[in-house]
């Protein structure tokens, strides 16, 4: 299958999942996940019509901005960020999707403020609790978005989590259930600078379940251009 055919596939198992849960399917964005694919593929992609893209790697994310690979979509990124690099990423994409600790908050404030921009963020919660994995415990999340205050040049606009290696279909059902509830009772409480319009949740195995749990943005790589190829 085609890339476009793959992009047309999963926009029609979209609209499905999101009807089935009495959802209007434009609430979805769809953010192809492009690491370890080159320009030609992001390109087909984009034309395909995904929504935005989204890149792991700042190497990537830089060697495919020269190559004016995203053109015509928005680029998130969604990778593991390290503090050395957040110059390479503050003010280059709309949104930094991986937030993960407090010392990469302070440095995405301190650069977008040295930029004179607002960066817009999402907050990435470790919904499994896994040691391998980044992420702020949902139960940590008010304290930060009451300390987020300070910080004048973020926006918060929601929350990303990756839940942890499912083995049947179904599993992390109850993830994403509880990152929406998390998503309710942030909401619920008013504050500055913080939104939850964003609930980046689902990939490629999982993304029909997301969407019935609440999604509005999934993030699919190997649906989209094939299984990556690590060698
Ligand atoms: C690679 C990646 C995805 C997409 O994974 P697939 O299983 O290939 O769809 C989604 N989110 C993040 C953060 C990723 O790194």
Do not use: W
């Amino acid at each position: 299958m085609s890339i476009t055919e793959n992009v047309a596939n999963i926009k029609a198992r979209i609209r499905e999942a999101a009807i089935a849960a009495g959802r209007d399917p434009s609430e979805i964005k769809l953010c192809a996940a492009t690491k370890m694919n080159d320009a030609d593929a992001v390109r087909q992609a984009i034309a395909a019509g995904v929504d935005l893209c989204g890149e792991n790697r700042v190497q990537e994310l830089v060697q495919k901005s020269s190559e004016n690979a995203y053109e015509g979509a928005p680029v998130h990124f969604i990778g593991h960020l390290q503090t050395n690099k957040v110059r390479q990423v503050v003010g280059k994409v709309d949104l930094i999707q991986s937030v993960d600790r407090m010392k990469l908050l302070t440095a995405i404030q301190d650069e977008a403020a040295r930029q004179g921009i607002t960066q817009k963020i999402l907050l990435q919660i470790n919904i499994g609790n896994e040691d391998s994995k980044g992420g702020f415990a949902a139960g940590e999340i008010g304290d930060v978005l009451d300390q987020l205050q300070n910080f004048p040049n973020i926006s918060v606009c929601g929350l990303m989590a990756i839940p942890p290696i499912s083995q049947n279909s179904g599993d992390n059902c109850k993830f994403f259930q509880e990152m929406y509830n998390l998503a309710v009772d942030i909401t619920a409480k008013k504050r500055n600078n913080v939104s939850v319009e964003i609930l980046s949740m689902g990939m490629s195995d999982d993304f029909a379940d997301a969407i019935a749990c609440g999604s509005t943005m999934i993030r699919v790589g190997t649906a989209i251009f094939g299984p990556r190829n690590y060698t």
